[in-house]
């Protein structure tokens, strides 16, 4: 049976495409490249030597989604597809409202409309807010600061009556902590548009020559070295967690929400040393202010992944930057 991989042309989605294919599983990629290149769809092709069907749809087309899950025999999907910019959620909240969970809603009916109920939905580790405990269990608190993170946290609340509603319905909710690296081939990576947001981005394209220097948001908080920490897992790790998530599924009915992080913190510099190892360059930076609404610490425990799924995160932190510098430089 073949799974459907909405946002499969993304950042993590092209990744978790290359194990699946490599596993023997069927996909099919559904994706508006509001944020991607369709370039991605024929390099995964290159990568795993399968080919990769590809739907090029916005996933609140309802009718064109039902006729996906029909015409390829869709028994699960893996739902990507979404807004995720923290910064921007907030100047367009009904862009990130509509994306996300208009786009969850129709994609829900076209399950429904089709007898599929395997779903494994990308949540985030942003639904846990500011930290009353570390490391984060899947027991902690759930809070939202900004439209992206209130879209996730209304979809996994959603997901949750739709679960209850019918025991057809197997829904597992990975909550992603902080997603870096590449695939070894260098031909997929994180792609962002314009100036990066993120932290990793941004040191690879200093690394590489393209932006002067690197802002270092605070060195006042209480961490190790004053600067923010986060649980960066590999992509090719997140990628993994997603296969065993599936087979998980298959065999649970209900909704389960679980944590995919390594369950160890970084700090900025500490990232910025572990990339500079890995490029043999100086990372030129500068501490500046805080970023508005950012947090000191944050990073999981990842007991329940291991229990339920049988998965745990094997790569390591230069990993994570030599894969994005070789993929920076092939960009
Ligand atoms: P991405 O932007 O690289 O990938 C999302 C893909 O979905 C893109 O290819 C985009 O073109 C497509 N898309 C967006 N809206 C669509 C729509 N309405 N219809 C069809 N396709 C659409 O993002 P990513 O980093 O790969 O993240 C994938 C998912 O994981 C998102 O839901 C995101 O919220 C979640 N997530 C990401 C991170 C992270 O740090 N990258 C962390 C936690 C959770
Ligand atoms: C990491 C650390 C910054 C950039 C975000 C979203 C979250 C999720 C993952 C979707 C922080 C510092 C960063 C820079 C810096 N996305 N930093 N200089 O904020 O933990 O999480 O991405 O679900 O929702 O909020 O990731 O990479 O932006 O920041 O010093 O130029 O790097 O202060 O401590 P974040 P990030």
Redesign the pocket.
Known sequence: MTILV??G?????SHVVTVLLAAGRKVVV???????DPSVVERLERITGCPVPLVH????DRERVADTLRRFGVDSVIH?????AVGESVSKPIEYYG??IQ?TISLLEAMQSEKVGQLVF?????VYGDPGYLPIDESHPTSATNPYGRS?LHIEEMLKDVALASPSWKIVCLR?F??VGAHASGLIG??PAGIPN?LMPFVAQVATGQRSFLRVFGQDYPTSDGTGVRDYIHVMDLAEGHSAALRFVADHPGWNAINLGTGRGTSVLEMVSAFERASGRPIPHEVVDRRPGDIASCYADPTLARQLLGWQATRGVDDMCSSTLAWQKNR
């Open positions: 909405t946002g042309a993304g950042y993590i989605g559904l994706d508006n490249f509001c944020n991607s749809s916005d996933v609140r990507f597809a979404g807004l995720k994306a996300n786009g990308s949540s985030s580790a942003t996730k992603y902080n997603p994180e792609d993120n």
